[in-house]
T-cell receptor, first 115, second 112 residues
């Protein structure tokens, strides 16, 4: 079964606006990752946040993690048309402290940024 | 570096046929995985490997076999294709010391 649930399923904004996507998960995690997928392409890693971190920044990306609520959010600031893509959260479960890279993905958010 | 490569890009099979999806990486990553992506369901893990000679099942392994004879290659075999296996298949690799995964471009498989 899917670990993560993402909302919204689709988001349409204008260039320059901020985009926020949310992810919820069910079990304890080692880390949570966000990936981007352009149409018809493979996934590209964006940012990772460990279970003992609450917030992380990378360029125009800001990710937060609330382990008590089992939720995360991804904020893209000052969006551009090139940010149009699907965004997925993925959890890396804590298997006794060892992570083998078995990611569990949410169903994704489709972001459309209009020029 | 080519990264993670997958062949073929597209494939059409008839029910009952068998085929192998190829995956190779040139980054010397120990961990490799196969996922399938279906509309509205995100990616689901099929099989994974933590090194040459070591494989294990993921969330949806039925109908698929894997082997890992070298660090570089991780082929996925469909023994008897079914329409339910129509999907986009992604291979990924990961080094042991960091967590982010590197994905290939995918193989779009249609089973009629």
């Amino acid at each position: 079964s899917q670990q993560g649930e993402e909302d919204p399923q689709a988001l349409s904004i204008q260039e320059g606006e901020n985009a926020t996507m949310n992810c919820s998960y069910k079990t304890s995690i080692n880390n949570l990752q966000w990936y981007r997928q352009n149409s018809g392409r493979g996934l590209v890693h964006l940012i990772l946040i460990r279970s003992n971190e609450r917030e992380k920044h990378s360029g125009r990306l800001r990710v937060t993690l609330d382990t008590s609520k089992k939720s995360s959010s991804l904020l893209i600031t000052a969006s551009r048309a090139a940010d149009t893509a699907s965004y997925f959260c993925a959890t890396d479960a804590n298997a006794g402290g060892t992570s083998y890279g078995k990611l569990t993905f949410g169903q994704g958010t489709i972001l459309t940024v209009h020029p | 570096n080519a990264g993670v490569t997958q062949t073929p890009k597209f494939q059409v099979l008839k029910t009952g046929q068998s085929m192998t999806l190829q995956c190779a990486q040139d980054m010397n990553h120990e961990y490799m995985s196969w996922y399938r992506q279906d509309p509205g369901m995100g990616l689901r893990l099929i099989h994974y490997s933590v090194g040459a000679g070591i494989t294990d099942q993921g969330e949806v392994p039925n109908g698929y076999n894997v082997s890992r004879s070298t660090t570089e290659d991780f082929p996925l075999r469909l023994l008897s294709a079914a329409p339910s296996q129509t999907s986009v298949y992604f291979c990924a690799s990961r080094p042991t010391v960091t967590y982010e995964q590197y994905f290939g471009p995918g193989t779009r498989l249609t089973v009629t």
